[in-house]
């Protein structure tokens, strides 16, 4: 892929928005294990859990032009319970992984968010996001430990460290558990990775659902802790959700909360700990309200130099006339390309993709080098 178009990434910065990376999180790679303990390990790819449809990369990199896609996967597949958490892979499944990922970004030219999509819990997601051991938790004798956690993620940077377009997000949404154990867990695995010799982006989350309102709120926040990580490489960012409905949930039509009033606290201690964020899930209904507040948040990532990229939550092949968030449980579709509503009228992708969110992709985007908490060179897309 050549681009056309080419500017100085620091002469961008400067005049207007300093999003670098842009795109959707692709929900499915963590499907089929809800129920009772042990359904769906390890399950049938292609028929209980699937990581991206090809056809819809294709649409949101070629037609929507986005370069960056948040690939969810079970830690429990990756990491058989009978080997347990650490360096001893599934390896049909890791192909099957691979797979998806060379595929966003060597055959389309993007990058690839790593997704551990289980807040921070292994052994049991059949009630995700509640069920499993807090990993790192010395008082539970099933739980895997901050160490076997670092063993994961140094087998995985060291299968993907040559791979300049991968990021390594380290855990989806810890959340009911002290901070200063995410953030070991954190730093056990930014270790892992470094050893492993990958330089690679990390981006790392925070406690309480990694929510960007509440990350200097509580009595165990995260803005106490999570700026005390150590990255010999300096390329670690943090990662941030921030859903703008009633109780930052995600899950009610309605959106109220705006970035500017509920991100302001998080976006001080960004600027002031010298750190970047990606916001990695953010999303909203097809009503009027969400019409006004995501664009607002969009820009207001754009508008502040603390944020360097974003994915929208969520596409995926396995989601059908289901929503992945915002609708109050109906089923209006998803952000994955042709999806429709349980009635057969268009799904959130014609509803709310297209008309909302598309426009505000920026036309520059990095494309090539290395993915980093500095970013790189703009340009717009070309096949």
Request: proline residues 6%; negative net charge.
């Amino acid at each position: 892929m050549k681009a056309t178009l080419t500017l100085l990434a620091p002469l961008i910065a400067s005049a207007s928005a300093t999003i670098y990376y842009a795109g959707v999180a692709e929900s499915g790679g963590e499907f089929g294990a809800y129920g009772t303990p042990g359904t769906g390990l390890p399950g049938t790819f292609g028929k209980e859990y699937q990581f991206i449809s090809e056809a819809g990369v294709d649409t949101h990199v070629d037609q929507n032009h986005l370069n960056l896609f948040r690939i969810a996967f079970l830690l429990e597949r990756m990491c058989p319970l009978a080997t347990g958490l650490g360096a001893t892979f599934d390896e049909t499944h890791f192909g099957h992984f691979k797979d998806a990922v060379d595929y966003v970004t060597v055959t389309k030219g993007a990058y690839a968010i790593l997704d551990p999509h289980n807040y921070m819990r292994y052994n049991d997601p059949s009630m995700q996001p509640y069920s499993g051991s807090v990993i790192g938790d010395e008082g539970d004798p099933d739980a895997a430990t901050t160490a076997q956690f670092g063993a994961f993620w140094g087998e995985l940077a060291a299968r993907f460290k040559d791979n300049e377009k991968v990021i390594f997000g380290l855990m989806n949404e810890p959340h009911d558990m002290a901070s200063s154990l995410v953030l070991a867990n954190n730093q056990a695995a930014i270790d892992a990775i470094r050893a492993a010799g990958a330089e690679n982006l990390i981006i790392m989350p925070g406690n309480s659902w990694t929510g960007g309102h509440a990350w200097t709120e509580g009595n165990d926040p995260s803005s106490a802790v999570m700026n005390q990580f150590t990255d010999p490489a300096n390329n670690t960012a943090i990662d941030i959700h921030e859903y703008l409905d009633v109780d930052y949930s995600g899950g009610h039509t309605e959106c109220v909360n705006d970035a500017e009033t509920h991100l302001a606290a998080l976006t001080d201690w960004l600027k002031t700990n010298n750190l970047k964020a990606f916001i990695t899930e953010f999303g909203g209904s097809n009503s009027s309200s969400c019409a006004t507040l995501l664009p607002e948040i969009v820009n207001y990532m754009a508008a502040n130099d603390e944020y360097i990229g974003w994915t929208a939550w969520a596409a995926g092949p396995f989601w059908g006339p289901n929503s992945p968030c915002c609708t109050d449980s109906a089923q209006l579709g998803s952000l994955e390309p042709g999806s429709t509503a349980a009635d057969g009228s268009p799904g959130l992708y014609d509803t709310v993709w297209l008309p909302v969110m598309q426009p505000l992709v920026p036309e520059l985007l990095q494309w090539s080098g290395p993915a980093s908490v500095d970013g790189g060179e703009l340009t717009a897309y070309s096949k």
